[in-house]
């Protein structure tokens, strides 16, 4: 940790000893590189960073706990998260801009920019949440329903979910359900949604791996990330930089739990807190920078499509080698045929009592002696003389089919454990042949 981190962290300790608890409610941004808007209860406050403070009055709709602040073209306006009020902010005064009203329909709604174009996501209201996205039209100064692809999927009704906007992508967190059954039973959502405003169409990233606690803080920063704190009592809880767009959870040192971080200023690659008109800030990277762990966000459905898709294609091309090899294998194996055997696709002639003898070993695990016999035997010839032709017959073929499966005998011979007298005839090689 550098120097001018600790000295921040001691001045905000200092100013936060004399100073009473910041209101979590209270939201802050930037106007530009020399000033800040703020709310409070009962008006706004426009801020430079000397500390130089100018009020302004708000109307009887302002409810600062719902106020969203945002900025298109370095105007600043103020959104309504429970209704349809939408104000814009000059340094002089706060405008009502909007043909709305005070609905009360969206409590705890995602409001962000795309485009200049302010979008709002769910919220809460009349026993229901809201799972579409509504926009803050220039022209009818109303907000008109977005519509988006009608082949995609339509995320939960959410409310008080964690939205990021980045890049023309809008992601949120979790959030809170209605049971549309009773209205009134409430639980939480466990996935990240992803809206792409290219193809308009909401993709289920799957289940988040961070769990939010009663005590997360956390505060918006730039690129789509929220960095967040576990506040453990009056402990530091571990602290953490959630990348939505990139994916990750970065687990970095603790934030000391007295410098505040929930909805407070970023500005200049800084975060600030504003205590007794007084601001003290400290870089964004000093904040970030010691990583203690690293690891995924969410199941990303196309990172584990494409790696799916990897393996599919590399089991696919090991399959396909297997059986080109089977195949070629097999091709090559010895095949009996009408006139003799085919060995690697040349062909070995046999005359048909060899085929006849070549069979009985193939197809047989054993053969005796007399199988073979009365399979060949002449009736005009004597045994002995059969007998013979059976032993030329069994010499020649094995001579042959050695020769053809190139080793060095194929017929073998054992005694038979009922009968020594009777031989018995096998070949080791018959499971080489195509049957």
């Given at each position: 940790?550098?120097?001018?981190?600790?000295?921040?962290?001691?001045?905000?300790?200092?100013?936060?000893?004399?100073?009473?608890?910041?209101?979590?409610?209270?939201?802050?941004?930037?106007?530009?590189?020399?000033?800040?808007?703020?709310?409070?209860?009962?008006?706004?406050?426009?801020?430079?960073?000397?500390?130089?403070?100018?009020?302004?009055?708000?109307?009887?709709?302002?409810?600062?706990?719902?106020?969203?602040?945002?900025?298109?073209?370095?105007?600043?306006?103020?959104?309504?998260?429970?209704?349809?009020?939408?104000?814009?902010?000059d340094s002089t005064q706060i405008k009502r801009l909007d043909n709305s009203y005070n609905h009360k329909m969206t409590f705890g709604s995602n409001v962000f920019v795309h485009k200049d174009t302010?979008?709002?996501?769910?919220?809460?209201?009349?026993?229901?949440?809201?799972?579409?996205?509504?926009?803050?039209?220039?022209?009818?100064?109303?907000?008109?329903?977005?519509?988006?692809?009608?082949?995609?999927?339509?995320?939960?009704?959410?409310?008080?979910?964690?939205?990021?906007?980045?890049?023309?992508?809008?992601?949120?967190?979790?959030?809170?359900?209605?049971?549309?059954?009773?209205?009134?039973?409430k639980f939480g959502s466990n996935n990240v949604w992803r809206f792409d405003f290219i193809d308009k169409t909401w993709t289920d990233l799957g289940v988040s791996k961070f769990k939010f606690t009663?005590?997360?803080?956390?505060?918006?920063?730039?690129?789509?990330?929220?960095?967040?704190?576990?506040?453990?009592?009056?402990?530091?809880?571990?602290?953490?930089?959630?990348?939505?767009?990139?994916?990750?959870?970065?687990?970095?040192?603790?934030?000391?739990?007295?410098?505040?971080?929930?909805n407070q200023l970023i500005a200049n690659d800084s975060l600030y807190n504003y205590r007794q008109n007084v601001l003290i800030g400290t870089g964004l990277y000093d904040l970030t920078k010691n990583?203690?762990?690293?690891?995924?966000?969410?199941?990303?459905?196309?990172?584990?499509?494409?790696?799916?898709?990897?393996?599919?294609?590399?089991?696919?091309?090991?399959?396909?080698?297997?059986?080109?090899?089977?195949?070629?294998?097999?091709?090559?194996?010895?095949?009996?045929?009408?006139?003799?055997?085919?060995?690697?696709?040349?062909?070995?002639?046999?005359?048909?009592?060899?085929?006849?003898?070549?069979?009985?070993?193939?197809?047989?695990?054993?053969?005796?002696?007399?199988?073979?016999?009365?399979?060949?035997?002449?009736?005009?010839?004597?045994?002995?003389?059969?007998?013979?032709?059976?032993?030329?017959?069994?010499?020649?073929?094995?001579?042959?089919?050695?020769?053809?499966?190139?080793?060095?005998?194929?017929?073998?011979?054992?005694?038979?454990?009922?009968?020594?007298?009777?031989?018995?005839?096998?070949?080791?090689?018959?499971?080489?042949?195509?049957?």
């Open positions: 940790m550098n120097l001018r981190l600790i000295l921040s962290y001691i001045l905000v300790f200092c100013f936060g000893f004399f100073a009473s608890a910041q209101d979590s409610s209270k939201r802050y941004m930037a106007i530009d590189s020399l000033s800040f808007l703020y709310t409070g209860k009962d008006a706004v406050y426009i801020s430079d960073f000397k500390g130089n403070l100018d009020t302004l009055a708000v109307d009887s709709d302002y409810d600062y706990e719902t106020a969203r602040l945002l900025k298109i073209k370095n105007k600043a306006y103020i959104v309504s998260a429970q209704g349809g009020m939408v104000w814009g902010v302010i979008f709002k996501f769910g919220g809460y209201g009349y026993w229901s949440n809201r799972n579409f996205i509504t926009y803050f039209s220039d022209t009818t100064k109303e907000w008109e329903f977005y519509p988006i692809n009608k082949d995609s999927y339509l995320p939960p009704a959410v409310s008080v979910a964690k939205g990021v906007y980045f890049n023309g992508q809008f992601f949120f967190d979790g959030g809170i359900t209605v049971d549309s059954r009773d209205g009134t039973s009663e005590l997360s803080e956390s505060v918006s920063i730039p690129e789509g990330k929220l960095l967040v704190r576990k506040t453990m009592g009056d402990q530091s809880g571990l602290s953490y930089v959630l990348d939505y767009p990139n994916n990750t959870i970065t687990e970095i040192e603790p934030i000391p739990s007295y410098f505040t971080i929930h990583v203690l762990s690293y690891k995924s966000l969410y199941l990303d459905s196309n990172s584990l499509f494409d790696s799916l898709s990897k393996v599919i294609s590399v089991v696919l091309l090991i399959l396909i080698v297997i059986l080109i090899y089977l195949f070629r294998k097999n091709r090559n194996r010895p095949r009996l045929t009408e006139t003799g055997i085919v060995v690697n696709r040349e062909h070995y002639s046999l005359n048909p009592k060899e085929r006849i003898i070549l069979n009985l070993l193939v197809y047989n695990k054993n053969i005796n002696s007399k199988a073979i016999f009365d399979k060949i035997r002449d009736p005009n010839l004597s045994v002995a003389q059969n007998n013979k032709i059976k032993l030329d017959l069994i010499a020649s073929m094995n001579k042959k089919v050695s020769k053809a499966l190139g080793i060095k005998r194929f017929v073998h011979t054992k005694k038979s454990i009922r009968d020594k007298r009777e031989v018995i005839y096998f070949t080791p090689n018959r499971k080489e042949f195509i049957l």
